[in-house]
């Protein structure tokens, strides 16, 4: 299996606004593999505190065994060499048999943590545009020594501490 980048993006809303608009461009950017949606936790608190959740996931059933055994294995290479990635391969396929790397108990944790009248959504994406890219670094015998996202806000801090000096 040969998996982009998978990045880990939490966002939260208070009340409730959705248009459809979220899902419609997520829908878009999949429908032209840019991204695959690993998984997806949505937990609505409404005002009176009654929470509603939903999944989704690109994964099939055998897709997502697959990505579980090879998180599994390189978190268990880490941990203890070859032996390890063997056992963490098993533990992860196993972890991931239903499909979903947030498990249905997560959401009442997720409830707990945001106020009423708040959505928070939790999303594993994978850039499958990342892939090709990272092939050709390869092939030309590159090595990837730093990679980070900078967002608007570290720019904005940047020019702080500039102002600063």
């Known amino acids: 299996m040969t998996m982009g980048p998978v990045q880990l993006l939490v966002v939260g809303f208070e009340g409730d ?7 419609e461009e997520l829908r878009r950017l999949r429908e032209h593999d840019v991204v695959r949606l690993v998984d997806l936790m949505v937990v609505r608190k409404d005002a009176d505190g009654h929470v509603d959740s939903l999944q989704l996931s690109d994964l099939s059933d055998e897709d997502a065994t697959e990505f579980g055994a090879l998180v599994g294995a390189l978190v268990g290479f880490g941990a203890a060499g070859e032996e390890g990635a063997e056992v963490g391969a098993v533990a992860g ?3 991931l048999e ?3 790397v947030f498990h249905e108990d997560e959401a009442w944790y997720i409830a707990d943590t945001i106020p009423d009248d708040t959505t928070a959504g939790i999303a ?3 850039h499958r545009w990342a892939i090709p890219l990272r092939e050709a670094i390869l092939e ?6 730093a990679d980070a996202w900078v967002h608007p806000g570290d720019l904005v801090a940047v020019g702080l501490a500039e102002a600063a000096h």
């Open 17 to 23: 606004h959705f248009t459809g608009k979220i899902l």
């Open 93 to 95: 396929a196993a972890d």
């Open 98 to 100: 239903d499909g979903h």
């Open 124 to 126: 594993l994406l994978e």
């Open 140 to 145: 030309a015998g590159g090595t990837v020594l």
